[in-house]
Antibody, heavy 118, light 109 residues
Framework: QMQLVESGGGVVQPGRSLRLSCAASGFTFRSHAMQWVRQAPGKGLEWVALISYDGSIKYYADSVKGRFTISRDSSKNTVYLEMNSLRAEDTAVYYC???????????WGQGTLVTVSS | SYVLTQPPSVSVAPGKTARITCGGNNIGSKSVHWYQHKSGQAPVLVIYYDGDRPSGIPERLSGSKSGNTATLTISRVEAGDEADYYCQVWDTSSDPYTVFGGGTQLTVL
């Protein structure tokens, strides 16, 4: 069955960096665009970034543009989120998700918690 | 940036009908997707492209749009429907980005 398993979350100090990974299985990874969506404590869902099926197109939310980078490695069926210059407001559960530009997210991972705190 | 407005909460008795609205400027020209999110679990897509249901989603859940409002309707509400529900659209006025509504907490009385 389809699985998206996030890893790499944890506690990090403001201004530092962290890389999240999402291992995909159960579907043809190289055929699908992938996304990251986050949810801060007590808040709603917030889209973070999208990468096209082949990695050639990337879109970012204004709140992370210039600080976060999404990438993928189809040889490892993995999508990444490199997060730099982290801020307290980046504290959230980060979900890996499958879905195309302009379309719906049809599958989500269980999420990984990132806490930015000194 | 584009804004989607949802009521923070909706309460309904079991067996009744719940309607969760999602308002946005010119939403009629955009495709609306809906998600169910239960605490501690991954979100689940329940309606896509305004009114289509993924396999496995019961027919009790339906989506519609009228004017500047999209609506998720849950008929014959069950205790298991209690969750947060989010609407989502894509905006292409500049680089494409997607927006979620603030979410509606559905409480089954």
């Amino acid at each position: 069955q389809m699985q998206l398993v996030e890893s790499g979350g944890g506690v990090v100090q403001p201004g530092r960096s962290l890389r999240l990974s999402c291992a995909a299985s159960g579907f043809t990874f190289r055929s699908h665009a992938m996304q990251w969506v986050r949810q801060a404590p007590g808040k709603g869902l917030e889209w973070v970034a999208l990468i096209s099926y082949d990695g050639s197109i990337k879109y970012y939310a204004d709140s992370v543009k210039g600080r976060f980078t999404i990438s993928r490695d189809s040889s490892k069926n993995t999508v990444y989120l490199e997060m730099n210059s982290l801020r307290a407001e980046d504290t959230a559960v980060y979900y890996c998700a499958r879905g195309p530009p302009l379309g719906a997210v049809d599958y989500w991972g269980q999420g990984t918690l990132v806490t930015v705190s000194s | 940036s584009y804004v989607l407005t949802q009521p923070p909460s909706v309460s309904v008795a079991p067996g009744k009908t719940a309607r969760i609205t999602c308002g946005g400027n010119n939403i009629g020209s955009k495709s609306v997707h809906w998600y169910q999110h239960k605490s501690g679990q991954a979100p689940v897509l329940v309606i896509y492209y305004d009114g289509d249901r993924p396999s496995g989603i019961p027919e009790r859940l339906s989506g519609s749009k009228s004017g500047n409002t999209a609506t998720l309707t849950i008929s014959r509400v069950e205790a298991g429907d209690e969750a947060d529900y989010y609407c989502q659209v894509w905006d292409t006025s500049s680089d494409p980005y997607t927006v979620f509504g603030g979410g509606t907490q559905l409480t089954v009385l």
